[in-house]
């Protein structure tokens, strides 16, 4: 069974190899609101924490398929902060984390001014950084979350493109603290992640 596992894996990556397509690789950098989702806990009076992002993108398009990975760093321009003792005794919230997304889905030509694409996956979070008040509780998580996107490039070169992109991701953390009005504290890395970048195809198959 192993070896007809094998087989197939092997056919399935030498098909995806020689087909027709293109394989881009390039840089990104992003921005998120309310990180960590703090504002949606009842009663939570926050203000948000906003974290900038810098990444590395890499694409496969086949025809009307696409495939996309890379790894995204994403840190805090403005650390959160729960005001009024809304959530137990937690003051501050300072969440880091690393971002592997791996989607696939379908991608569709514009003319010749570049191309629309949209699918599903997810991601893999590697989260740290704290929450802090009387108290400070480090995170320190794994985490795979599933996820929508969509971007669209437009080509600026012949070998280049801009790239501009949207994804929504959907994860919660095991409980990081306890605060007595909120007994277990998650980390909610879920929303709306928006970025912009170049992207540059190093070969074209016709």
């Given at each position: 069974m192993k070896k007809l596992i094998y087989i197939i894996l092997f056919i399935f990556i030498n098909q995806v190899l020689l087909a027709s397509g293109k394989?881009?690789?390039?840089?990104?950098?992003?921005?998120?609101?309310d990180v960590g989702n703090f504002d949606e806990k009842s009663g939570a009076s926050v203000d948000y924490q906003n974290n900038l992002s810098l990444g590395?993108?890499?694409?496969?398009?086949?025809?009307?398929?696409?495939?996309?990975?890379?790894?995204e760093y994403s840190y805090p321009i403005e650390k959160g902060k729960i005001r009024d003792g809304s959530i137990g005794n937690l003051e501050y919230t300072k969440i880091i984390f690393w971002e592997?997304?791996?989607?696939?889905?379908?991608?569709l030509t514009i003319r010749d001014y570049g191309s629309l694409y949209f699918g599903g996956g997810g991601s893999y979070i590697f989260g740290y950084g704290y929450v802090e008040g009387a108290s400070k509780n480090k995170i320190d998580t794994q985490l795979f979350g599933t996820g929508f996107i969509a971007g669209i490039e437009s080509e600026i070169f012949n070998d280049m493109s801009l790239l501009v992109e949207w994804e929504y991701m959907s994860v919660r953390s095991s409980p990081v603290a306890s605060t007595g009005t909120y007994k277990d504290v998650t980390i909610d890395?879920?929303?709306?992640?928006?970025?912009i970048g170049c992207i540059y195809h190093f070969n074209r198959y016709d």
């Amino acid at each position: 069974m192993k070896k007809l596992i094998y087989i197939i894996l092997f056919i399935f990556i030498n098909q995806v190899l020689l087909a027709s397509g293109k394989v881009s690789a390039g840089i990104t950098v992003g921005y998120q609101n309310d990180v960590g989702n703090f504002d949606e806990k009842s009663g939570a009076s926050v203000d948000y924490q906003n974290n900038l992002s810098l990444g590395g993108i890499f694409k496969f398009d086949m025809g009307f398929v696409f495939f996309r990975s890379g790894v995204e760093y994403s840190y805090p321009i403005e650390k959160g902060k729960i005001r009024d003792g809304s959530i137990g005794n937690l003051e501050y919230t300072k969440i880091i984390f690393w971002e592997v997304p791996v989607y696939g889905g379908l991608n569709l030509t514009i003319r010749d001014y570049g191309s629309l694409y949209f699918g599903g996956g997810g991601s893999y979070i590697f989260g740290y950084g704290y929450v802090e008040g009387a108290s400070k509780n480090k995170i320190d998580t794994q985490l795979f979350g599933t996820g929508f996107i969509a971007g669209i490039e437009s080509e600026i070169f012949n070998d280049m493109s801009l790239l501009v992109e949207w994804e929504y991701m959907s994860v919660r953390s095991s409980p990081v603290a306890s605060t007595g009005t909120y007994k277990d504290v998650t980390i909610d890395y879920s929303g709306n992640r928006f970025r912009i970048g170049c992207i540059y195809h190093f070969n074209r198959y016709d």
